[in-house]
């Protein structure tokens, strides 16, 4: 099967298109041809992008616009004689495009010295005018079949029309400014005249009246940006200040480029000018630096260090991508990704968002390995040759910060932009401080975390690994321990199935948070489900469990809800112990907070009574107990938390009770844990048949539990083929409980489908034991013997103080 990020690799073409028809939105953006550019370094590997167009008398080809390198590094000029042999004269003359490799730019006119060993350079005709796109790249082989499709995508998109153009036609843009350096006159559009506060009824249109504004400080440079004798033609971007009429001054982007003049007409400065004040914010790097570490004290988590990380980093350095790794035994583990959404991130991040990336170690990728080895900031500027896991993050440049904590290397932070990126040298100096400080803090954090995962799975532990399956119901529990602190709680629920189709619910909180709130939780569970188990009434099993603690030498206390349900009938009875009511769900969609009698709660009153209250459930009913976690908190009382929990159940579909316990949990104050357990009762399809007999010990006992059988099976239907069988085991089992225990025997009979159970309840707590050998001279022991052979499975329960010896027969047709 071909993975996504195969497929993604091999559309790079159509990915190219969706992005250029994207800029061809808004065709009038001076951006646009600069962005346009970008598309080569991204799509087609190249490392220099640029236009040449015809100047005014056509007998050059100037360089309008550029991305990437400097063209002098490859040795490329601002303009190019039309009559020329160059490849540029080439390609503009012939309308055909030029590939030039290491060996022809070695031997060709234009062979030159310069500081790139190897590169190879593309010229292709621009589709839309009368000029060449020019793209160099230093990939060992030049541009393959696929980067030539996509700089032939990129030469059909080229539209070039300089903002002196724009002003000959009267369509200057309204960023945009044109400057005739022989006289001084400029042409501006609205919004830098806005920026400037001048309204365009008092602009004289000298270039003096703009450069009034400027901060004195600023001055100079923006003088050398303006005056001819000081540039060279190409482009030039430079940030300057203004003065405002109150507060601090504004800064503002100029970005130009020197035309040349040709006959009857001078050279012009030609570009736009952007309020920058977002990016120069009155916030220094000092600044951030120290709300940085602000930040990271109060961090106690690795996702809490990795958010303070990116809001230090991203604004400010118009980053497009962040991530923090933390290096366990020289892999990297991913712990935060900023954006989160998968499709911003190469195939490799976002296979299942798997923790540990990429599927090597830290040494199949030289260039990161290199980075945390030294242990300093390493810096790619867009174009730079890097493995694809890489060079993906941040194809317009990247920065890997190793982050040092403690003599080793605790991971790394990942900077990647997509747009080609220059790094100053403010922006290295913030980005060593910021790594400095989120090693430390990324380890303390991961320390955090790790404690808190360690409580988290002692509390699991103490939980039940997975509810039953229920007959007529389904039940759902979530548990959601404390984000505040590291001590374990006491929460606690259970689903216990219980003889002849009856379920327990119980819900529980032990008072406090920590490691003997635990303990005194995994008891009580423990003594609640055994109670539960032998049979005993709801208020039973909660007065066992409170003289139980009471017994206990402990000075804590807990509060319960059980509740008792009956699959086959649709009732329940409940009993709370200083525990929150129950809530139901109606199938009409009310929903209901139960008025349930309380006792107080365990471990407080020895001679306590807990009454039980009837409820009525119907087909669809989802009853929901939780603990006061959820429904209680500083910011609001109970009788408010119980009152949202019945909107929240009210308003959620109970058909996926799994999305109901994650939606009622969406908000829930996390200062204390929660517990929550969600039964939707659905009734029965096949309610069994059940009859009852009192057995009196009398010598005919046994006879008229048989007489009875057979009268009971007669009116179920059930043919007389099977009547021997049945009868031999009540027989059997009815004997045994007579002969070997006292008090009171019940014969019970159930039917369910073609399984019929015989089951005999005495007051003896003894099981039977099946012999393990039986001689011809023993006169006992064949009993037990003769009901594992007459039936399909047979055992025994706890009932109230006894027993219940059970056997299964299967009625075929």
Partial sequence: MVSEGAAVRRTRTERAEVALETLSADPHSPERLRRVLEQALVFAGAAFAGVYTPCDDRTLLCLTESAGLPRTLYGLRDTYPVSDRSPLAEAHGTGRPVWLGPEELAVGPEARRTPSADFSVAVLPVHAGDGCLVAVTESPGGFDTEDRDCLDRIAEAVVYR???????????????????????HVTVGDEILELFGIPR????????????????????????????????????????????????????????????????????????????????????????????????????????????????????????RIALAELENERLVVTFLDPPEPECWPELWRTEWRTEWPDAPVRAMPSLALALREGRAQIWPAGSTLEPALAEVGPGGLAVLPLPAGGRMAGACLIG??????????????????????GQALVRAHAFDAEHEL?????????????????????????????????????????????????????????GHNAGA?????????????????????????????????????????????????????????????????????????????????????????????????????????????????????????????????????????????????????????????????????????????????????????????RFTRRTLRSWGVPDDHMDAVQLVVSELVTNALVHTGGQVRLDLTLVNHRFRVAVADSSPRTPVKPTSLGWEATGGRGIVLVEAMSAAWGTVPVSGGKQVWADIVLDD
């Avoid at 009824?201 to 004195?216: A, H, M, Q, S």
């Avoid at 932009?417 to 989120?438: M, S, V």
């Avoid at 007065?543 to 402990?554: F, G, I």
């Fill in 162 to 184: 300089t903002p002196a153009e724009a002003v000959d036609t009267g369509e200057l843009p309204a960023d945009a400014f044109s400057l005739a350096m022989d006289t001084g």
């Fill in 201 to 320: 009824d008092d602009f004289d249109g000298k270039v003096e009246t703009l450069l009034g504004r400027t901060v004195p400080e600023d001055l100079p440079a923006l003088m050398s940006v303006v005056e001819a004798d000081h540039m060279s033609i190409g482009d030039r971007e430079l940030e300057f200040r203004i003065l405002q009429p109150s507060g601090p001054p504004k800064w503002l982007r100029l970005r130009g480029r020197l035309l040349p003049g040709g006959e009857g007409r001078a050279a012009r400065l030609v570009g736009t000018v952007a309020d920058a004040s977002t990016l120069r914010s009155d916030v220094t790097d000092v600044a951030r630096v120290q709300r940085l570490a602000a930040a990271l004290a109060t961090a106690g988590t690795v996702k809490d260090v990795s958010q303070a990380v990116v809001t230090a980093l991203r604004k400010p350095l118009q980053a497009d």
């Fill in 417 to 438: 932009w997509d747009r080609p990126h220059e790094f100053g040298p403010d922006e290295r100096a913030l980005l060593t401080a910021a790594a400095g400080l989120a």
């Fill in 455 to 511: 409580v988290g799975m002692l509390q699991r532990t103490l939980l039940p690994r997975r509810l039953p399956k229920l007959p007529g119901a389904v039940a759902v529990a979530r548990y959601l321990p404390a984000t505040a602190g590291l001590q374990v709680g006491g929460d606690w629920y259970d689903v216990i199935p219980l003889p002849d189709n009856h379920v327990a619910l119980i819900i529980g909180d032990v008072q």
């Fill in 518 to 706: 635990a303990t005194l939780m995994g008891q009580m569970r423990t003594a609640l489900r055994a109670y539960a188990a032998e049979g005993h009434p709801p208020d039973v099993v909660v007065s066992h469990a409170n003289r139980l603690l009471m017994e206990m030498e402990t000075d804590l206390f807990a509060t319960c809800c059980y509740v008792d349900v009956d699959m086959e009938e649709g009732t329940a009875l409940c009993v709370r112990a200083g525990h929150v009511q129950p809530v139901l769900r109606h199938p009409d969609g009310g929903a209901e907070i139960v008025e349930a009698e309380g006792g107080p709660p365990l471990g407080v009153v020895l001679q306590a009574e807990f009454p039980m209250t009837p409820l009525r459930l119907q087909p669809g009913t989802v009853l929901a107990l939780t603990t006061d976690g959820l429904v209680e908190s500083a910011e609001s009382d109970l009788e408010e938390g119980m009152d949202r929990l019945a909107r929240d159940l009210a308003a959620a579909d109970p058909a996926h009770l799994g999305l109901v316990a994650d939606a009622v949990l969406g908000d829930a104050h996390r200062g204390d844990d929660v517990a929550l357990l969600l039964v939707r009762y659905d009734g029965m399809d096949v309610r069994p048949l059940r009859e009852t007999w009192t057995v009196w010990r009398v010598p005919e006992a046994v006879r008229h539990a048989r």
